[in-house]
């Protein structure tokens, strides 16, 4: 007890030694029963043989420091009887090597369920043989390199490997156990998988680390993987629980999801294919192939005030459920695909959802890629779709809910082509905004708005509107009927076709040109500068309004037979203006 032994021989311990707080500048041999109480140091070699035992026990803090490197062939433990433990064992020089048939038990005695402070392993640790860990432990020296080719088991606690100093690393050929009531922890540096098995039925957590992972890799543990690298030599896959913070995954193979994925603020350089659950969050890259399986979901959500930004290198098919998640007012975002296009296969859902809570969202989500539409898409969140020169196709059914849907068709040849079903309810908005919109065939159901701006729209089969459209800048080409059931507003656009282009309820047009023969059944009232080529008929109890806010400059190539009523009304002081009928 609190003695100094010093020697330049050797203790050979074949009994029973027990020494508390002492400072031994000599070497010891064990083989028998070595126990350290309190704080101890050693400045020379120990040795270890089979079938003996060292224990480091802390009735209060434990403080154990050895000087130099040592072998364990036999049984070390660390044993805390006090809640308050905790304390150090440090090996100041090389490591602890804990060589096959060795055992390294880590322990909270059993009067006690957990210590209140972490015992630090201030060690280089070397394991052949087996560790047993159920105290809460920190393993941690600066510029230490840890090998594990034995087996590591971790039980009803947690374990914290935290790496520091330069090119700290974990390397595994053994095995990692970590029961369902324990948490091993990887802190910093680098983690190389090997070969081995991972058996954790806890949780393994890697945060700011550099993760190698060499074999083929089946993750069936719950694992989570925060501000670090993934770099796998070979194919991923996950079956469990498998989460990702602001990560980076670097690989030439397949990273398959077959359970659940949590990926937030992540980057994929490797192909991703998911038959499972995946949910990307935050800012993410997507620089290699997608690939999704059927009966699989992939979600891309907006968190908090955090707006979903979320880019693919590359086009990809959906075959399962894709969702668009908005849980914030404030938060919109954009979905991105550089190169190719978003295919939704027969059998594919895309849903772009906000929950109920929000009826509306402050700002859109912007889908910047081109849509090749085959299953079935649901708008139910205010959106923009938006790819420079992109023809965008629906072949499927695209139905727009409560929200309002925006199709933006910049650049050269950019253009919408329908010719399934599309759909937009009492309560959504349909904008189309430039390059060309095209309902070749198919249903065109509109129970809402329809805003055209700066867009030619081709209407290839018979048309009825039952809603509210309003077209400006307009070019409008009719290969069949046009009727007007609602209310429909036309200005400074052209209207052309060899059917006939029927007002049935209210129609306002301001400075436009017809070149197809109007049938008015309704209240209809032309102000500005018309140019009408073909035939006007207007029916008994109908109104047909020419008015002039400015300037009435009126033009009727074929002549007009009024059956109902016709006004002529100038609203200006200054009017006049022309109203001219050319023939008949």
């Not at 010891?28 to 070595?34: A, P, Q, R, T």
């Not at 000087?67 to 308050?84: A, R």
């Not at 034995?150 to 095995?175: K, M, Y």
């Not at 919109?437 to 249903?443: K, P, R, S, V």
Request: net charge negative; charged share 10%; with cysteine.
């Amino acid at each position: 007890t609190g003695s100094t032994i010093s020697g330049t021989g050797l203790i050979r311990n074949l009994g029973s030694l027990q020494s508390t707080s002492g400072l031994f500048n000599i070497g010891i041999v064990n083989y028998g029963l070595s126990t350290f109480t309190g704080t101890n140091e050693l400045t020379d070699t120990i040795i270890t043989h089979a079938n003996s035992t060292l224990n480091l026990v802390s009735s209060g803090p434990l403080n154990f420091r050895s000087d130099k490197g040592f072998e364990n062939n036999g049984l070390m433990q660390c044993l805390t009887y006090n809640y308050w433990g905790g304390g150090s064992v440090e090996v100041t020089n090389g490591s602890l090597v804990n060589n096959a048939g060795g055992v390294l038990n880590i322990r909270v005695m059993a009067a006690l369920s957990s210590s209140s402070s972490p015992l630090n392993f201030v060690v280089q640790l070397e394991n052949h043989g087996e560790v047993f860990v159920d105290h809460w432990t920190a393993l941690g020296k600066e510029d230490a390199v840890h090998v594990n080719n034995g087996e590591l088991n971790l039980e009803n606690n947690v374990i914290s490997i935290n790496q520091s100093g330069t090119n700290p690393a974990f390397s595994n050929t053994g095995t990692i156990s970590v029961d369902e009531n324990s948490r091993l922890n990887i802190n910093g540096g680098t983690f190389d998988f090997i070969s081995g098995v991972l058996n954790v039925s806890g949780l393994l957590a890697i945060s700011s680390a550099t993760a190698n992972i060499i074999p083929d890799h089946t993750n069936s543990i719950p694992l989570s993987i925060s501000e670090s690298i993934l770099n796998c030599s070979s194919s991923f896959t996950n079956q469990e629980n498998l989460t990702l913070l602001n990560t980076t995954v670097n690989g030439d193979n397949i990273f398959t999801n077959q359970d659940t994925l949590q990926a937030t603020g992540c980057i994929f350089n490797m192909d991703f294919m998911n038959e499972g659950l995946a949910n990307f969050a935050g800012v993410t890259s997507m620089n290699d192939t997608i690939i999704t399986q059927s009966n699989s979901t992939l979600q891309i959500a907006s968190y908090s005030n955090i707006p979903m930004q979320f880019t693919s290198a590359s086009g990809f098919t959906n075959y399962g459920l894709l969702q668009s998640l908005t849980n914030n007012y404030w938060a919109g975002g954009f979905i991105s695909i550089t190169d190719g296009a978003l295919v939704n296969d027969g059998l594919g859902v895309i849903d772009i959802s906000a929950p109920g809570s929000l009826s509306s969202a402050a700002s859109p989500l912007r889908l910047l890629l081109q849509l090749d539409n085959q299953g079935e898409v649901i708008v139910n969140h205010n959106t923009d779709l938006d790819m420079m020169s992109a023809i965008q196709t629906n072949i499927g059914t695209l139905r727009v809910t409560d929200h309002g849907f925006s199709l933006i068709l910049d650049g050269e040849g950019a253009a919408f082509i329908n010719t399934g079903e599309l759909e937009v309810d009492s309560q959504s908005n349909l904008s189309v905004i430039g390059g060309t919109f095209n309902h070749n065939a198919g249903t065109f159901d509109l129970q809402g708005s329809l805003s055209a701006t700066s867009v030619t729209i081709n209407l290839v089969p018979e048309f009825t509107n039952n809603s509210s459209i309003m077209m400006s800048a307009v070019i409008l080409n009719c290969s069949a009927p046009f009727t007007n059931q609602s209310d429909l507003e036309i200005i400074n656009s052209t209207i052309n076709g060899d059917y006939l282009f029927s007002n049935q309820d209210t129609m306002t047009a301001n400075g436009i040109i017809l070149n197809m023969g109007f049938n008015n059944l309704g209240m209809a009232s032309l102000t500005g500068t018309m140019d009408i080529n073909d035939t006007i008929i207007t029916n008994p109890n109908t109104t047909l309004n020419i008015l002039s806010a400015s300037y009435m400059d009126f033009n009727s190539e074929k002549g007009i037979t009024n059956n109902g009523l016709m006004q002529i009304i100038t609203r200006n002081y200054w009017g006049g203006g022309t109203m001219e009928i050319v023939n008949g």
